[in-house]
Structure formats: C-alpha cells, structure tokens
C-alpha cells in the first residue's frame, strides 16, 4: 500500500449511513465504497426502496457483498437498536455512523411559525437525524469497548440563521452544538465530528432554490446564494468527497473531534 492509500483507505470501515438513499448521503456511502468501506445504507424508503439503492451503490463502486441496506425509521429507538444488530449480524460490528438523515420543510414569517411542522422538523433532524442512533451506536460502542466514530450532517444554519426556516435554524445549530459536547463525552473510544455542507440541490430543497429545473432558473433565494458565495455555484457531489474520506479515516484524523467542517465554496466568510 502506498502512503497515501495507507493515510486514506477504509479497509477497516463498516460504515452505517442513514438517510442513506437521500443526495448527499448517497454520494458519501459512494466514496466511502470506492476507498473500501462496507456500507449499510438505513432510510425509511418512502420514495425509493433501500433495496433499489443498494443495488444502485453496488452497480455504481462495483462493491459487490460490500452494500447492505435496512428499511427503518431512525425516530424509532426500538428499531435503530434492532437494526443495529441486524447490521452486525451482516457485516460485522459498524464502527463509523454518519447521520446523514435530515432536512427542511416550511419556511413562513417567524410570527407564522406553523408549531406542528416546527416539531416535526427538529425531530427529523435532531432525534432521527442525530439523537436516537448516535445514542443506541455509542452504548453498544462502548459496552464492547469499540472505537468508532460518528459523522453529523450539520449545514451554514448550524453558524448563521437563513431567512425563514426557523425550525431548521434551531435544528442545524443545536447539530453542532451536539457534536461539540458528545465529542468530549465519548473521547477518546468515540470521535463525533461534523460536515456542514454549503448549497447542494436536494431533494428537500431543490424548490427553495431552483424555479424551473429544465431550464435551471433559480429562485431569488437560489441567486442571492450563489451571489453571496465566493465560488459562484452550488456544491457538486464530488466536492463532499473528501471531508467524507478525511473524517471517516481512523489515520487521516484520528486525533480530530468536535469539529464541523465547512464545504461550502467560502459561504461563511465575510467581509465589507
Ligand atoms: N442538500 C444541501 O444543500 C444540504 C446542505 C446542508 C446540510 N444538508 C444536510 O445533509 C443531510 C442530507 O441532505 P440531502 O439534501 O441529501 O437530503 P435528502 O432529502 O436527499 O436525504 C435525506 C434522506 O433521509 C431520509 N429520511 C428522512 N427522515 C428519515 C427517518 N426518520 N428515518 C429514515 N430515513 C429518513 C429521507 O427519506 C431521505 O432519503 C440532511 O441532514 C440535510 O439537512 C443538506
């Protein structure tokens, strides 16, 4: 093995990935299967069947034997700690989860909170989308004295607010704010880091931004993105790759923990 395929494999790597079937976390189960990680994908397979995903991962890395899937709703403690020993039974003990479940939904003037969607939104992100599995992942951890990691999903709201997804706002900032403090907890057995990506169309968000998909106009919200990010452009799958990579390697950023990355084409600076 050369150094830097030493420094970046993840031969060692049984990864679970929620949300699994969604964009970005399908890209992060693709490049996690090309440096040679097992994966198992979880997702509710509203829209999809997780079956269709893993043969699409499958076909895509050609990482036959390698993708394994389970249709659950990670809200569900009962079941994430039943799917966790299904998953087990698979592929072997995970030592990675990426939370990659989440997303928005509403957006209104703050004085027309819609309270039923609120909650629905922080549970998706917060309990689903971080809470329930990372808690039922690091007990099992920790009673079999594993290490492993953990990777959250966190995004530019979890640093500034965005006009109008309110629920979203106090969903991603309490996403790091939950890195951070389970990253001390669980050290040194657990590393909790985070990837805040900038703007990727998704599927939750791809009318926020995008007005007319064939013609690719973009709404007023989708430009004054692009206008405020010095990158000029959407982030393109390709560029989670390597955060993914980084944080997922035991070698590359084993003495890394509490941190949220940034990939976001230089969203977050300012100046005037
Ligand atoms: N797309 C972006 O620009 C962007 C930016 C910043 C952060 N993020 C975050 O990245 C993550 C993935 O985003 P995406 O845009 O790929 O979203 P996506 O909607 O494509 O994927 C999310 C997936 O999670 C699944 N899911 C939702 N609730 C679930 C549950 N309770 N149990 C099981 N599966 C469930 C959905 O069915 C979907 O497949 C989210 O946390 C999102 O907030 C996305």
């Known amino acids: 093995m050369s150094y830097v395929e030493e420094m970046f494999s993840l031969e060692n790597v049984n990864a679970v990935i929620t949300g699994g079937a969604g964009v970005l976390p399908s890209a992060m189960a693709r490049v996690m299967l090309r440096a040679g990680a097992r994966v198992s994908i979880w997702g509710r397979g509203t829209h999809h069947p997780v079956s269709d995903a893993v043969d699409a991962l499958e076909s895509e890395t050609e990482a036959a034997g390698r993708v394994f899937g389970e249709t ?37 003037d703050f004085t027309e909170i819609d309270t039923e969607t609120f909650s629905r939104v922080v549970e998706m992100n917060l309990l689903g989308g971080l809470v329930i599995p990372s808690k039922v992942f690091a007990a099992r951890w920790k009673e079999r004295d594993v290490k492993a990691s953990i990777i959250n999903l966190a995004s530019m709201t979890s640093y500034v607010p965005l006009s109008g997804v309110w629920a979203y706002n106090a969903a991603k900032s309490a996403v790091k704010n939950l890195t951070e403090g389970a990253a001390r907890e669980l050290a040194p057995l657990i590393r ?29 919200r989708g430009r004054a993105i692009i206008d405020r990010t010095p990158f000029g452009r959407f982030g393109g799958m390709e560029d989670i790759e390597g955060a993914t990579v980084f944080l997922a390697s035991e070698k590359a950023s084993g003495f890394v923990t509490g941190v949220t990355l940034p990939v976001d084409g230089g969203y977050l600076t300012d100046n005037i």
């Open 192 to 220: 909790v880091n985070a990837i805040a990506p900038g703007f990727f169309i998704g599927h939750q968000n791809k009318a926020l931004l995008v007005a007319n998909e064939e013609t690719g106009e973009l709404t007023e």
């Open 72 to 108: 659950i709703d990670t809200a569900d403690e009962t079941a994430v700690r039943e799917a966790l020993s299904r998953t087990e039974a698979a592929m072997g003990m995970p030592n990675l989860l990426v939370n990659g479940v989440g997303g928005n939904k509403g957006k209104s």
